[in-house]
């Protein structure tokens, strides 16, 4: 199933890979992503993002524990 997503490119989900998933667990922010280095010198713009969006939209979120942030009362 192909859908298009706000970032203009077109992506097939079937399932949620590791790589997506850590992905979802990070906010979908790129600092600390293993593929932010692989595109920090090419033309080319990672879809992840988007690939992440879909899998949420025709899936649903994927059965993992978010960390939380408390925080401390001084």
């Given amino acids: ?3 298009s ?3 203009g490119r077109a992506v ?3 399932r949620w890979t590791t790589t997506a998933v850590e992905c979802y667990k990070r906010g979908c922010n790129c600092e600390g992503c293993f593929y932010k ?3 920090s010198g090419s033309s080319q713009k990672c879809q ?3 690939s992440v969006l879909e ?3 025709v899936i649903g979120t994927p059965d993992v ?4 942030f ?3 009362e001084v």
């Fill in 48 to 50: 992840m993002k988007a």
């Fill in 65 to 68: 524990e978010l960390p939380q």
């Fill in 70 to 72: 408390l925080e401390e």
């Fill in 55 to 57: 899998l949420v939209r």
């Fill in 37 to 39: 280095d692989f595109f």
């Fill in 1 to 3: 199933m192909f859908r």
């Fill in 5 to 7: 997503r706000d970032m």
């Fill in 12 to 14: 097939a989900v079937r």
